[in-house]
């Protein structure tokens, strides 16, 4: 079975600085999506960023970037030049392309310090 | 506009009672789902459906019940033996085909409270 994994609960980062969210995940599929979804405190889930698995090149949506390792099982959300706006949970997912069955990590609560 | 509608917003019921959360989509998708939503446990797979009249157990289905009768509904039901009921509810959708990229859309969830 698959799962994901979100090893750090909660971070902090200054404003304007960058900060990177650790996913990993197990699956024994090739052929996949992984994703990043925003709750913030009005627990409107919200896409972030989605990357393909047969894709080699790293997804960006403007301050938003994954580094997807596929060998390592790792995709990890950089955001840069971080803003008051980004204070949320956020969750990484994943998408099997056999069932399509979608699971979630446990999350990771990021602070934003003005 | 379109988009998912979960209701009621907020649902308490006595211990022993079941009670059915609503999910309607206007989104034309073929695929729903629903998640369960714990403090630090972040979501978790309840059920969730490809097709009308066809459904798969997700990774806590124990407690729960669902049906899909039509393309736009899917309403799951908390039954008496789901044993910690009390929970946040997301119900989401998406497309499918190859084409698709796999987005799942949200509702605002529900609050379903058991006293």
């Known amino acids: 079975a698959q799962t994901v994994t979100q090893s750090q609960p909660e971070m902090s980062v200054q404003e304007a600085e960058t900060v990177t969210l650790s996913c990993t995940y197990d699956t024994s599929e090739s052929d996949y999506y992984l994703f990043w979804y925003k709750q913030p405190p009005s627990r409107q889930m919200i896409l972030v960023i989605r990357?393909?698995?047969?894709?080699?090149q790293n997804a960006t949506e403007n301050r938003f970037s994954v580094n997807f390792q596929k060998a390592a099982k790792s995709f990890s959300l950089k955001i840069s030049d971080s803003q008051l706006g980004d204070a949320a949970m956020y969750f990484c997912a994943y998408r099997s392309n056999r069932d399509d069955k979608i699971i979630f990590g446990k999350g990771t609560r990021l602070h934003i310090l003005p | 506009d379109g988009g998912i509608t979960q209701s009621p917003k907020y649902l308490f019921r006595k211990e022993g009672q079941n009670v059915t959360l609503s999910c309607e989509q206007n989104l034309n998708h073929d695929a729903m789902y629903w998640y369960r939503q714990d403090p630090g446990q972040g979501l978790r797979l309840i059920y969730y459906?490809?097709?009308?009249?066809?459904?798969q157990k997700g990774d806590i289905a124990e407690g729960y019940s669902v049906s899909r009768e039509k393309k736009e509904s899917f309403p799951l039901t908390v039954t008496s033996a789901q044993k910690n009921p009390t929970a946040f509810y997301l119900c989401?959708?998406?497309?499918?085909?190859?084409?698709?990229?796999?987005?799942?859309?949200f509702g605002e969830g529900s609050r379903l409270t058991v006293l």
């Open positions: 989401a959708s998406k497309g499918i085909g190859r084409t698709n990229t796999g987005e799942l859309f």
């Open positions: 459906s490809q097709i009308v009249n066809d459904f």
């Open positions: 990357q393909e698995a047969y894709k080699q």
